[in-house]
């Protein structure tokens, strides 16, 4: 009784210390400073931040850390700096360094009198030190006739997605889709924003059931899409999420000088990921606020925080386990994680340690069990993937005898997994809006790119093998070769030759790098292209109509020679047929007017695109920006414009204008014009711009002849007879062109190649 007494006042005596010593590690954890508000209203508000009414040790000497608390409002509000910057806070986390703010919706709305100015606007946010999280928030746009776009305000880029739809039954309800909605992810180092949203027919045609455009930035999973919004937004506002660091220095450059470096005894610091600075966390085994102090845990007080069996003993960063007299072990709980604590008598450890061991076998034979169930389940699903994206069909295409070629080659998941390193980042060579590219490696060293799309429509698939099968026939040196495809995934995946130069999208308007691109490589760069698409048009087994013809989707190897890319869009053009009607798909400023008002895709939608793009070659301007003038914003208006008024010279990029061959671009600049004619039949076909490419490329390549010799007026109006035009079976295009005078200069030109 006299034992039973004294354990139950020993039991009684640890629990008290126990609660003592919790009470003391809480206590610890404060979050500011000795005697400063730790709080506004519901907020909690940690060092480094602090009330702007406190005293000045209560927040670190940053601006951009000073919260005003509005305690007129019930209950109070919490503001960034003061609070006519209208920035609510909502929430601020010194462990994972974010703060959530509240911020306004932007809206674009018409009634049957117009544009309604009253219930629209064009919200704006500017964060001068914290940048906006990418990985926690999207840029989302919603209406049925909408283009949104999110603008960086020191116009360093621009971006945004557009949502079209004439029935309220094409939208899915509770999904964001791309119609209806549409959303897209927001770069790193983003500190500050413009939304602008625009119509393309000022709602008439939706009216009844979608009187405005929305569009924001929110925090992913703090929006779900309804059919209702298209009607009436309920909110106006939403979360935001900002990733915060201290001051603009690294770890190290911050560590070198030691009365700046805020990261205390205990903690880790890391350089911020997005935007600039260092962060400090506390290190394994210790918490409290890494900028006031990081202190012990006592994993003893808690069990649920040590392994423990019998005897837990705290020491600094960490614990350990030991077994009462009478005992041994290494006092860790059992169940495979340590011995724990057992009688010492010698039958009885064998027992156990029996039993220990069938405890393990059994173990390691249910998780051998589990591995092996979940390899055959993987490989099943594998197996369905393949069926379903249609591997069963492309096996038999490409096993019939009378395929002359089977170049498209299937490749395996972990084949593509492995030429990725799983597909790791670092991998990634180009994102944009139908999925991302990756660079691999396979075992024979050639070197490859992946496509993994974002979305796959499951009722097009017959559709998707015959464009594997067709592109991977496509034996032209400027189309990207299509080497095969995965069809173990979710979403199959493409397999494409790596080229390593670049776009000509970089080359045209990076200055570096157009100053470089001569007359004569841009002429046989646009050349090249129209072969390309005078190829698809005609010359193909089965017509291919591209459908993204821009400067982006053109790649350039080591020696400027194109390469035509991202048949993602495309569309194959049955025999019998010489219009489509899809759904519009492409990229603002390059889209055929036509094709965006009627939804008719014919192979002049390709024509007018590559229109855009000869003019992007001449002008060495983007196809569509809004850091430019109303009239100057598309670069297909203002290049007409500029045509009609006789302005061209003075858009002309510079490089070329002092190549001094002023008739050539002139030439080249009605050619365009004439692919930009709004009514797409009055437009000339691929195969007659690329005729007409190669003939001005073969004049340019004889261009050498000093112009003392010939005067490039009389060469222009020298009359010519065409002798020869025709198109191989590879898509490579040949010309011969004579003249009175050119008989005694040049000899017979062929293509150039």
């Known amino acids: 009784m006299v034992i039973y007494k004294l354990l139950l006042k020993a039991a009684v005596l640890g629990a008290l210390l126990g609660l003592y010593h919790k009470h003391l590690a809480q206590a610890d954890d404060s979050i500011t400073m000795p005697g400063c508000k730790s709080s506004c209203g519901n907020l909690s508000i940690p060092y480094p931040f602090g009330l702007s009414d406190s005293d000045p040790h209560c927040r670190i000497n940053f601006s951009s850390f000073r919260v005003d608390c509005d305690n007129s409002a019930k209950p109070p509000i919490a503001y960034f700096w003061n ?3 209208n920035i609510e806070i909502l929430y601020i986390s010194v462990k994972d360094h974010e703060v959530r703010i509240n911020a306004s919706i932007g809206r674009d709305c018409y009634n049957s009198s117009g544009h309604d100015d009253s219930s629209s606007n064009n919200p704006e946010l500017w964060i001068a030190k914290f940048p906006f999280s990418s990985t926690k928030n999207r840029f989302t746009a919603i209406g049925c006739d ?9 116009g360093k880029f621009s971006f945004g997605c557009m949502s079209s739809c004439s029935n309220v039954s094409d939208v899915s309800n509770e999904s964001c889709t791309g119609i209806g909605c549409c959303q897209t992810s927001i770069p790193r180092n983003t500190f500050n924003y413009n939304i602008s949203i625009t119509s393309f027919s000022n709602h008439s045609d939706v009216l009844s059931f979608n009187p405005c ?5 929110a925090e992913i999973g703090s929006y779900n899409f309804s059919v209702g919004d298209l009607k009436q937004l309920k909110f106006d506002q939403t979360p935001l999420v900002l990733d915060w660091a201290i001051g603009t220095q690294t770890c190290e450059e911050a560590k070198k000088s030691s009365t700046s470096y805020m990261c205390t005894k205990n903690t880790t610091c890391t350089d911020a990921e997005n935007g600039h600075g260092y962060k400090c966390t506390c290190s394994e085994g210790y918490r409290g606020n890494p900028y006031l102090g990081c202190h012990d845990i006592d994993e003893c007080v808690d069990p649920e925080m040590n392994q423990c069996e019998k005897i837990c003993h705290n020491v600094i960063g960490s614990y350990t386990c030991s077994c009462p007299n009478g005992y041994h072990g290494d006092g860790k709980k059992g169940g495979g994680i340590g011995q724990g604590c057992t009688i010492k008598p010698s ?4 027992i156990l340690v029996g039993v220990a061991g069938a405890i393990i076998a059994l173990l390691f034979s249910i998780g051998f069990l589990y591995y092996g169930h979940k390899k055959m389940q993987l490989i099943r699903l594998r197996e369905q993937y393949f069926k379903q994206n249609g591997g069963l069909l492309l096996q038999q295409q490409l096993d019939e005898p009378d395929k002359t070629t089977k170049a498209a080659k299937i490749f395996s998941a972990k084949e593509l997994e492995k030429a990725t390193n799983n597909y790791h980042e670092s991998k990634i060579v180009g994102q944009g809006g139908y999925g991302t590219v990756y660079k691999g490696s396979l075992p024979n060293d050639t070197v490859v790119a992946i496509k993994k799309s974002k979305l796959v429509d499951r009722s097009q698939i017959e559709q998707f093998i015959n464009e594997v099968i067709v ?20 979403v199959p995946l493409l397999v494409y030759e790596f080229i390593n130069n670049g776009t000509l999208y970089d080359h045209i308007h ?16 646009a050349s090249e292209t129209a072969g390309v698409l005078s190829y698809l048009h005609s010359v193909a087994s089965i017509p291919i109509i591209h459908r993204d013809i821009k400067s982006a989707n053109i790649l350039l190897d080591a020696n400027h020679i194109a390469k035509v890319s991202d048949f993602g869009a495309s569309k194959l053009i049955p025999l019998d047929q010489t219009q489509l009607f899809t759904m519009v798909q492409g990229t603002w400023g390059y889209l055929d007017p036509e094709y965006l008002l009627t939804s008719q895709l014919t192979e002049k939608s390709d024509v007018y695109s590559f229109g855009v793009v000869l003019v992007e070659l001449l002008t060495g301007k983007k196809a569509l920006s809004f850091d430019r003038s109303e009239e100057e914003r598309s670069l297909a208006m203002y290049f007409l414009s500029s045509l009609k008024n006789d302005k061209l010279f003075q858009i002309v ?10 008739e050539r671009v002139r030439e080249v600049a009605n050619l365009a014009k004439r692919c930009l004619t709004i009514k797409a039949e009055e ?5 007659e711009v690329a005729i007409e490419l190669e003939r001005l490329r073969a004049m340019a390549n004889h261009s050498g002849v000093s112009s003392t010799d010939v005067n490039q007026e009389e060469m222009v109006h020298l009359p010519r007879e065409k002798t020869d035009a025709y198109m191989d079976t590879s898509g490579i295009m040949h010309t011969g062109y004579t003249n009175s005078m050119e008989d005694h200069i040049m000899p017979e030109v062929s293509s150039g190649r």
Not at 146 to 154: E, P, V
Not at 213 to 217: N, R
Not at 471 to 490: A, D, M, Y
Request: hydrophobic content about 30%; aromatic content about 6%.
């Open 653 to 662: 990029e510079e490089v070329i204008a002092n190549e001094g061959i002023n």
């Open 213 to 217: 455009s929305s569009a924001f930035v």
């Open 83 to 85: 609070k006519s910057s």
């Open 347 to 350: 039958y009885l450890m064998e």
């Open 510 to 525: 990076d200055p570096k790098k157009s100053s470089k691109l001569s007359w004569k490589t841009r002429l046989r760069i």
């Open 683 to 687: 437009r000339p076909t691929m195969k």
């Open 471 to 490: 592109l991977s026939q496509i034996n032209h040196r400027n189309v990207v070769k299509l080497l095969g495809c995965c069809l173990e995934t979710e």
């Open 146 to 154: 909408t283009s949104a776009s999110f603008r960086d305000r020191g």
